[in-house]
């Protein structure tokens, strides 16, 4: 499933929250960072399951995309700790693409 938000956090900041929040906040489904580059993130968890998060900032604000098959609540539950942008897109789950 993928997991759509816009928040006032520049992008690395969001990077940098997502890796300490699958590493320390939820112990039983914890992933951590297998390859990263500029503006997104690739953590591996249980069972090689992987979380796969963007982050773009244009003007003031940061449009994150995270995508994922077996952490679907805790990637909600991520994105839900983040500070809404000052004019924020409406948190939204989308069906992937086939």
Known sequence: MVHEVSTSLRS????????????????QYA????????????????????????????????????STLLFDAQVARFLSTLPPAADPMTQRAAAPAA
């Not at 900041?13 to 112990?27: H, I, M, S, Y």
């Not at 953590?43 to 449009?63: K, M, Y």
């Open 12 to 27: 690395e900041d969001v990077l940098l929250r997502a890796k300490r929040f699958f590493g320390e906040r939820v112990p």
């Open 31 to 66: 992933a951590f960072p297998e390859r990263e580059g500029a503006g997104w993130l690739l953590l591996r968890g249980q069972g090689g399951e992987e979380i796969v998060i963007s982050a773009s900032t244009i003007e003031a604000v940061t449009a994150v995309r995270a």
